[in-house]
């Protein structure tokens, strides 16, 4: 039985294991790849988009078609000269089109080939949102699991406080006004650390939505980072990104493929020519008012087809796409402008933490140096252990807003080159070598 119970144990370890995973920035981004469920969705998108050319290119190969047949002639009754008699006939023939004159297929070739490329664009897209989608989350739990240590430590220092007030009141030196007070802001920051807890697990079921893998533990960030002051010219981004950024892609490809549905609809005016040819065999058995026989045919004809009237309905669809390539046309107006927004409130935000770093750098310094100063105060017994605990935990908070400002830089860096240049899996890795346990 114990033997028995060890095993169920270590199965249950080795599968609680399997969906619990410590992860750093960059296992993250590779396990994301593999599940996130955007990414499948737009390589089925390019995919569904290279059949769809092939399924528009295949109008332009001949059409064959065998037919095979056999009829069982059952006489009942007859009245007439000669004999009749139950017979069998069996019919063969192959039958072949091949369009000659389409002039909306070079259109649609146009407009299923626009469409391979909007959709590969879309891809890089997506491959370019997951990296900062990744460190977003990441950073995030980054932060989360700073400020619930900080509060802990502010907890601890509510405690001591409320303790020292319940004594003080008990010996009359302070008004029940003052130690609820105390009460109060004890009971605000425990809510505030439950609030915190509850974030942090929420966002690790974030992490979870996008890998597939609860995280079990998280790296922090090392707060002796050199970062190299990186410089970009707004100018030279808003003019590479607004022809060459994805989501314009895309918009142009958009109009693109309006603009060939257009010339493919006015074709459906025009005539259309084919080859046709057909081959027939035909075999009766004996029993026939003709008896035995075998009869072959061919046939070959160019047929010209004219449409003449339809009811309006190609009128009416070409209406529909002209409106429907002015809409693409103004899709891609709205996009550029949009853009240009994003990116110059982008470029505002990365030079804002830019210079943020260095204020909460130097916070960071001199709270470790009060820290520092305070305990010694407190070893030579000049300051209180609640003074070291405040100390402390103003150490943690200039320390956690000092590591918050470069993980929002870092983030704002990558939304930069997602304008500027090709971002890939390199910038996660360099983001991960700052990450430390």
Known sequence: MFKINKIIFIFTTVFVCESLFAADLLDVYKRALNNDNQIKITEADYFIAKEQYDQTLSTVFPEINLTAQTKENKIDKYKGSGSIRDNRTDLYSVNISQPILRLG????????????????????FTHKDLIIKSAKLYFSLIDLMNNISAL???????????????????????????????KNDYRVTKNELQKFENEFVS????IYLLTGKEIMDIYSLDTEINLSSSEYNLDIILSQA??????????????????NDLSSNQSEHYPTVDLVASYDYTDTSAGSYRGTSTQEGSEISLVFNLPIFQGGYTNSKVRESRHNLEKMKF????????????????????????DLIEATKNRFHESQQNYRTVKNGFILGVNTDIQV????YDLHISKNEY????MNYMVSELEIKKYSEDLTIRDIESINHWLVW
Do not use: C, P, W
């Not at 605990?389 to 402390?392: F, I, S, V």
């Open 242 to 259: 607004l022809t060459e950024y994805e989501t314009i892609k895309m918009a142009l490809h958009d109009v693109n493929i309006a603009q």
């Open 331 to 354: 899709n891609l107006d709205l996009a550029r402008k949009i853009l240009k927004k994003d990116i110059i409130n982008t470029y505002n935000n990365f030079i804002l933490n830019q």
């Open 203 to 206: 966002a690790k079921q974030d």
């Open 403 to 406: 590591i918050k400002s470069i």
């Open 152 to 182: 802990k430590i502010k907890k601890s220092m509510m405690e001591l406080q409320l303790s020292n007030a319940i004594l003080l009141y008990k010996n009359g030196a302070i008004t029940n006004i003052k130690l609820n007070k105390y």
């Open 105 to 124: 297929l070079f259109d649609e070739l146009d407009k299923a080939s626009s469409n391979i490329k909007k959709y590969n664009e879309n891809q890089n």
């Open 389 to 392: 605990t405040e100390a402390n």
